[in-house]
């Protein structure tokens, strides 16, 4: 691919503006594939770091998404990723050693950014792809002997990170709030929050208002559900008008497309890293919103043949610990909401009549959620949701 010449040079030139003087002044931009709303380019420095890089990641970000750029969208997500990073870089998970399998997850390292042209440096991750292409590509080629045990310990390893990154958040929040924040900080945490509504409001209407879209588009399979679904939205609205104080930060877009791994075949017993990427629709919310949105897009990919996706289902569930069965509700809510909402309209599906059966499964969980049918549950793939559960009852 030609370097800089193939990048729009209002673009090319801000970003060499930017970073020219710092440590990443950049000798050439490749840009890359993937992404709708940021300009990302593989960017050859100059002088190469410290730690030897020659190569880092640049992230730009203007009023409009790059793809479309008759579509506006806020710059205040540039913000929120580097100030999420940057608290982020305390967080690691490893899953210890096993006969076959090591997984540590982390985020990329923001090395740079600056805030007035919302230009981002981070760590460049060659020959990766994302978790769900590499769970498709199992159709090809299936896991070994081990595929089983191995997927459960990487969906587990997902489910304590994100958790880690929530309670971090919180800690973070609480901190900035009034023990020792430094108030002149332009990314702080709570501020770049504070000011993410409009990405909020993006998510909610994506989840919930996709939702009451979809009666129109399965009128057959979910007419009969529309009233329990306008009662769901009505819930997830709720929760977001209570207030900050009874919401974490969440990620907003947690799920195996977000997730980075490495593109060649791991030996048995080496380390394989993932790097949860995409932290720019980070906002108040609910924890299981993080949590559905991951074990729904794992169930998708296990309706479409493949296996592994169960297998990193079943594992995220173990990772989640023991909970109140109340966030378990929550939880399997938002997984069916995932599937309906938005599997039923990402391509890769082999038939309508397919989509319709997706359809159909996501709206038997959300209706079974909501009125907290737990013998459903215990009878079908998704009980291991509940086994961690702690009775309430004394």
């Not at 982020?88 to 076959?100: D, I, P, R, W, Y």
């Not at 982390?106 to 981002?120: E, G, I, N, V």
């Not at 000011?195 to 007419?223: C, G, T």
């Not at 991951?294 to 990919?301: C, F, K, V």
Request: with cysteine; glycine share 8%; proline share 4%.
């Amino acid at each position: 691919m030609a370097p800089s010449e193939d990048i729009p040079g209002d673009v090319a030139n801000s970003i060499r503006t930017s970073l020219a003087g710092t440590p990443y002044a950049v000798s050439s931009l490749e840009p890359l594939a993937g992404g709708l709303s940021n300009f990302t380019y593989r960017a050859a420095l100059t002088r190469g770091l410290e730690d030897g890089s020659t190569d880092v990641l640049v992230k730009h970000g203007e009023a409009y998404m790059a793809k479309f750029p008759e579509n506006p969208i806020t710059t205040d997500r540039c913000d929120v990723e580097a100030a999420c990073l940057k608290e982020l870089a305390a967080v690691e998970v490893c899953s210890g050693e096993s006969s076959t399998a090591k997984f540590t997850v982390r985020a990329p390292k923001c090395y740079h950014y600056d805030f007035s042209t919302k230009t981002q440096v981070q760590e460049y991750l060659p020959r990766v792809v994302t978790l769900k292409t590499h769970c498709m590509k199992t159709l090809q080629t299936p896991a070994g002997e081990n595929g089983q045990r191995d997927y459960c310990l990487l969906g587990k390893s997902l489910a304590e990170y994100i958790q880690r990154a929530h309670v971090l958040m919180a800690r973070a929040m609480r901190v900035q709030a009034g023990e020792g924040s430094d108030e002149n900080d332009a990314t702080a945490l709570r501020r770049v929050i504070t000011h993410n509504s409009e990405m909020q409001k993006l998510v909610h209407a994506i989840n919930y208002d996709w939702l009451i879209d979809r009666v129109k588009q399965f009128p057959e399979i979910l007419s009969d559900a529309k009233d329990v679904f306008v009662q769901v939205k009505e819930q997830a609205l709720g929760e977001i008008q209570g207030g900050s104080g009874n919401l974490s930060v969440i990620n907003g877009d947690f799920g195996p497309h977000n997730v980075l791994i490495s593109d060649t075949p791991a030996e048995a017993g080496s380390e394989t890293r993932l790097f949860v990427v995409d932290w720019e629709n980070a906002q108040f919310g609910v924890e299981g919103m993080d949590h559905g949105y991951m074990l729904g897009e794992l169930y998708s990919i296990w309706l479409k043949g493949a296996d592994v996706g169960l297998w990193m289902f079943q594992g995220y569930a173990e990772g989640l610990g023991p909970m109140s069965e109340d966030k378990a509700w929550r939880i399997a809510l938002q997984t069916g909401i995932y599937i309906v909402s938005l599997s039923t309209a990402i391509p890769g599906w082999s038939s309508s009549a397919q989509v319709e059966d997706v359809a159909r499964k996501g709206r038997d969980i959300i209706v079974m959620a909501w009125n907290k049918e737990r013998a459903w549950f215990d009878g079908s793939e998704l009980a291991c949701l509940f086994r961690n559960v702690i009775s309430d009852r004394k």
